[in-house]
């Protein structure tokens, strides 16, 4: 699949200098989306260092989070709240760089609770599980903590706000015009919400395929603000 910056498509007149407010060109408007466009690649490259590097994880049987337990978990963690720093940042960015029409209350709303649930998830970290870190019990715990049950919220919490903003954005696209963009952000939606199916064969690989496609489509619509043009297929 390829995403990419639609260069050559004209603006809409549904979308002109009349709808954009006064400070989307501004430098921490573009600062605050360029958060956005770099929270993605940074945690998965981060989350993929570590899946290759910590001793006993494995990404076929052990989730994301777990990585955030044992000595180095410290890594993980700052890599969930950094990330969801950066996401909060976004969606400030992107109040600021849309102007009326579809998506513009609902979509920085959306982006941010997607932050929320990465700062909770690295705040509030996973409980052992699947004998992982080394040493734990095999299998899940029969019970959860506090900070487990909070993490168990907060990963819900941020694969539907995900899910639910590439619809939102979606709308707005093809208010706009763009509905090969709208159509490629539909699929990414779906293809995101079976990817983070919480149970299933390969649920690990699945849950970080889905999160990185995720990020990458955050990416894509990050530099389509910069650029002032939407992502197309």
């Not at 408007?29 to 940074?42: C, D, E, H, K």
């Not at 969606?91 to 609902?106: Q, T």
């Not at 299998?139 to 909070?150: I, L, M």
């Amino acid at each position: 699949m390829d995403i990419r910056i639609d260069t050559t498509a004209p603006r809409t007149t549904a979308v002109d200098a009349r709808h954009r407010p006064a400070h989307a060109d501004d430098r921490t408007t573009r600062a605050l989306v360029i958060a956005g466009a770099i929270a993605g690649p940074l945690f998965v490259v981060v989350g993929l260092v570590q899946v290759l590097t910590r001793e006993g994880f494995d990404l076929t049987r052990h989730p994301l989070s777990l990585l955030s337990l044992g000595d180095r978990g410290w890594v993980q963690i700052a890599n969930f709240i950094v990330a969801g720093a950066l996401m909060l940042a976004f969606a400030v960015g992107a109040r600021r760089s849309l102007g009326g029409g579809p998506g513009r209350a609902w979509a920085p709303v959306l982006f941010g609770l997607y932050g929320v649930g990465l700062v909770l998830g690295g705040a509030f970290t996973a409980d052992p599980a699947l004998g992982f870190p080394a040493g734990t019990p095999d299998g899940y715990p029969g019970e959860w903590t506090f900070h487990g049950g909070v993490h168990a919220v907060a990963a819900p919490l941020a694969f539907l706000a995900l899910v639910a903003v590439t619809f939102v954005v979606a709308r707005r696209l093809a208010w706009e015009g763009h509905r090969n963009a709208a159509a490629w952000s539909r699929v990414i939606g779906v293809a995101c919400l079976l990817l983070c199916i919480p149970f299933g064969p390969a649920m690990s690989v699945r849950l970080f395929v889905g999160v990185a496609l995720g990020f990458a489509w955050i990416t894509a619509y990050a530099i389509s603000l910069l650029r002032e043009r939407p992502i197309t297929a």
